[in-house]
């Protein structure tokens, strides 16, 4: 099967509201702690090693990075939270970007909250997933680094998380051996006009 992901590329990065793109297609965010695979998933996704910057010092974008998956369709790559060297002058130049974003972006579908699946829903996880519910705004959590779990650890945290998540289904996935990725198109175009 075509990976519809295959193409996509940057578009640009901002910090204020109104440098954001046109407001139409569909949009998707991804959303994850800083330290959580958010780059490597993405590239795995994208079949594209070097989309993403992947840098060894988590926290280190400070921009909303938007990528052209197609004419209808962008992933929005947020900052990674968590932020061990993001500085707090950083994080208050787009947090208030991000609040106005899901207030008012027509073109936002959903968003993907990548979680390390050794240490799933944290404190800014779990903001992540509130500020979806409070929003309205349908999520996708996603588990990654499940390389590093056996078989039965791996199916015991899924299990967890969607023990948690009441109706939500998580996906597991490995960026080092691209397992999931599969099912994460999947769920993501559902949540599109694609």
Avoid at 12 to 17: E, M, S
Avoid at 33 to 39: D, F, L, T, V, Y
Avoid at 87 to 113: C, G, M, N, Q, T
Wanted: net charge positive.
């Amino acid at each position: 099967m075509k990976n519809l992901f295959k193409e996509s590329e940057f578009m640009l990065g901002v910090t204020k509201f109104k440098n954001l793109p046109e407001d139409v297609g569909d949009e998707i965010l991804l959303a994850g702690r800083s330290n959580a695979g958010k780059s490597s998933a993405l590239n795995a996704l994208t079949d594209n090693p070097k989309l993403a910057r992947i840098s060894k010092t988590p926290g280190r974008t400070t921009e909303i990075n938007f990528f052209r998956v197609n004419d209808s369709l962008k992933l929005v790559d947020l900052p990674g939270y968590g932020f061990a060297k993001s500085s707090y002058h950083k994080r208050k130049d787009w947090a208030p970007l991000l609040e106005e974003y899901f207030a008012k972006r027509k073109s936002f579908k959903a968003v993907v909250i990548f979680m390390d699946i050794r240490h799933p829903l944290k404190d800014s996880d779990r903001d992540m997933i509130e500020l979806c519910n409070s929003s309205g705004v349908p999520f996708i959590p996603v588990l990654t680094k499940s390389d590093k779990m056996s078989n039965n650890q791996r199916n015991k945290a899924v299990a967890a998380v969607n023990k948690m998540m009441k109706g939500v289904e998580a996906l597991a996935v490995s960026s080092k051996d691209i397992r999931g990725f599969d099912k994460l198109s999947k769920a993501i175009i559902e949540f599109t006009g694609v």
